[in-house]
Each structure stands twice: as structure tokens, then as C-alpha cells.
């Protein structure tokens, strides 16, 4: 009988899917036009110098050590409409495992939002942060986050409302729990701005910024402000790409030394790819960052939270528009007694290949 079910309801849609097109999209095709479907996926082999810790520290992608590893497997559904728009994306994998420290680990992203004026937009649910120069690792140029990306937020929840002012400025202003959590962690509420500048056809602007208590109940509030610029640029017609970015926060009250006075963060980046065909790329990333206070960072060593930098050099050979592979080096440094790597050192070195796939 299930058998019999199902072969009539593919029978079903073949006949309204026939009947749609002869009608110019009449019927149940309408009700499916505006979804659009994506998949990625991206699996790698890593090795470092850090040879005790199976877990590569200070990173959020290719995390463990000497093994073939899936680093995310994805998939979204899209909607797009006039006046309605939505997303939903799952994911799996080592990337999920350990950035997405929420409930529900395997939603990545889930909102909705509604078209309120001409380019005035209000969207609620889950989101991908808007703070910082690198996201997903199919948009960045190479496979491993710079420290000061590493300790910004991944994901938030809550409410934006987004405006295009023309063709060169849009803003976005966020309510959210906090600070790359999901579920509250105290009674109160974060704010955040975004705003982009497009200077010129391959010159991009962008400021970011979010406002808020993030300790937890029931500890005393503290009040965070992390501020965020990045410049963008890639031109087709050239060969160069680049993005500079630099950051500085501050939190009330969590200097160690001084706990009645604020603690300072900085951070900065400056990735450079050089494309020698639509095939062949080679990237250097120089990149710093400094929370001695372990603000977002935590104690790290001898009482101190981190600072280091680091050097990236990358290749990247795409076969197809849709896929790449990728090698990578990276050197890491931390301060001279942050000795937390294989053999009581503050260096390591990281070497991993990654092959990606987007639909």
C-alpha cells in the first residue's frame, strides 16, 4: 500500500508539473520558483608541529591533527521573494563540532524577513555573525582563520532591520542575545551596527560593531564594545586581491591587574592573493593580536590571556569554477612566556591540504 501511495503521488506532481508549464508557470510550480538549494563541502588533512595536542589550538577550521577529516558538509534552503525572504542551513562536520557550541549544533542559520518599505528589511532568527573579514571557508582565500578572526563570533540570534540607502551604502542594526551565543546567557540584550561603503566597483567599506553585557548570570555586568574595520578590494580585470582589516574593543572592569578598569583588545590582518590564472592563486596573510586581560580569549599562560601573530603562505588550484584544493603553511607565534605548545615553545607550525566542493 505505501508503495502504491508513492507511485501515485509522483504521478500526482508529474501531471500539476506538466499541467504548470503549459499554463506559464500555473499551478504548483509557482509555489517553488522562489527556492533556490545550495551544498558545500570541504575535507582535509592537517598536521602540525604540536604534537601532544590532537586539537589544533587557536583555530576554528582543519582542527585535528594528522587524520582525514570532513570539515563541513552542508546544505541550505533558500527563499526569495518580493516582500518575503528566508534560510535555512545544516551542517556537519569538524567545523560544526567545534564552533558551534549551541544546542543545536548542526543549524548553522534559520531566518525569516519581511520586506517593510522600499530597501527596508526586518529578518529574525538565527544568523552567521556580521562581525569580521573571514566567514565560511569557501569565501576565504585560504584555510585557516587569522587570530583576531578566531576569537570574534561565529553566530548570533535575534533581530536585524536592514536598509539600502543607494547602490553604494546599505546599514544593518542588530538586537541579539549576545555575544556568539544562541541562548541568552543573562537578561540582557546586545546591539550591533553594520555598515558598507562601495567606494568604487572593486572597493568595499565596511565598519561593524557590537554593544552589550556578556557576562553571564548572576556575575556582575560588565559592559563589551568591539569595533571592527575591514577594507575589501578585488577587481576582476586584475590580478591582486585584498583584505585589511583591524579591530579594537574594550571591557569595563576586567583589567587583572586593575579590576576596577577597563581591559583593551586589538587586533589587525592583511591577506593578499595573487591570481596567476582563473586557476592558479597563491595567498600570504600576516596577522596580530592582542587580549592580555583574556577577555575573549581566557587565561592562556601564566596568568595572562593571549598574544600573538602569525604568517600564512596558501595555494589554491581550481579545477572548476565550483571546486578547489588547497595547501597551506602556517607559522604561529605567541608571546615569549606563553610557552603552551609540544616541547615548552610559543611556535608552531601548521601544514594541511583541504578539497572543496560547492553547488
Not at 552542508?74 to 544546542?103: C, M, P
Not at 544593518?172 to 541568552?184: A, C, K, L, Q, R
Request: include cysteine; aromatic fraction near 16%.
Amino acid at each position: 500500500m505505501k508503495i502504491l501511495k508513492t507511485i501515485l503521488t509522483i504521478a500526482l506532481l508529474t501531471i500539476l508539473s506538466s499541467t504548470s508549464y503549459s499554463q506559464g508557470k500555473e499551478g504548483i510550480l509557482k509555489y517553488f520558483e522562489n527556492f533556490s538549494i545550495s551544498t558545500y563541502a570541504d575535507a582535509y588533512y592537517g598536521w602540525n608541529t604540536d604534537k601532544y595536542s590532537k586539537i589544533r589550538k587557536f583555530d576554528g577550521m582543519d582542527m585535528t591533527r594528522d587524520e582525514f577529516r570532513l570539515n563541513i558538509a552542508q546544505f541550505s534552503l533558500a527563499y526569495n521573494a518580493e516582500n518575503v525572504r528566508g534560510i535555512v542551513t545544516l551542517h556537519y562536520g569538524d567545523y560544526a563540532k567545534y564552533n558551534w557550541l549551541t544546542e543545536n549544533q548542526n543549524l548553522q542559520e534559520a531566518n525569516v524577513g519581511f520586506k517593510v518599505a522600499k530597501g527596508l528589511w526586518v529578518d529574525a532568527g538565527y544568523f552567521l555573525t556580521h562581525i569580521g573579514p573571514e566567514g565560511m571557508l569557501k569565501n576565504n582565500f585560504i584555510n585557516s582563520f587569522s587570530l583576531p578572526s578566531y576569537y570574534e563570533p561565529f553566530y548570533q540570534s535575534g533581530v536585524k532591520v536592514s536598509y539600502n540607502f543607494n547602490d553604494k551604502v546599505d546599514a544593518s542594526i542588530y538586537v541579539i542575545n549576545g555575544y556568539n551565543v544562541i541562548e541568552d546567557n543573562n537578561k540582557n540584550k546586545s546591539v550591533g551596527v553594520q555598515i558598507n561603503y562601495q567606494v568604487h566597483d572593486f572597493v568595499k567599506l565596511t565598519y561593524n560593531n557590537i554593544i552589550g553585557n556578556e557576562q553571564p548570570s548572576p556575575l556582575p555586568g560588565k559592559t563589551r564594545i568591539l569595533n571592527n574595520f575591514i577594507i575589501n578590494y578585488g577587481c576582476p580585470c586584475a590580478k591582486w586581491d585584498a583584505i585589511i582589516s583591524g579591530e579594537f574593543g574594550t571591557q569595563e572592569g576586567s583589567k587583572l591587574s586593575d579590576p576596577t578598569a577597563p581591559a583593551y583588545t586589538y587586533g589587525g590582518m592583511v591577506s593578499l592573493r595573487y591570481r596567476f590564472t582563473k586557476k592558479y592563486s597563491t595567498t600570504v596573510r600576516g596577522d596580530f593580536y592582542q587580549d592580555l586581560d583574556g577577555v575573549y580569549s581566557g587565561i592562556v599562560a601564566n596568568n595572562t590571556g593571549i598574544k600573538g601573530n602569525g604568517l600564512t603562505l596558501g595555494l589554491e588550484y581550481k579545477p572548476i569554477e565550483e571546486a578547489y584544493v588547497r595547501f597551506q603553511t602556517r607559522y604561529l607565534r605567541l608571546d615569549d612566556n606563553q610557552k603552551v605548545f609540544y616541547d615548552n615553545t610559543n611556535s608552531r607550525t601548521d601544514v594541511n591540504m583541504s578539497v572543496g566542493f560547492t553547488y
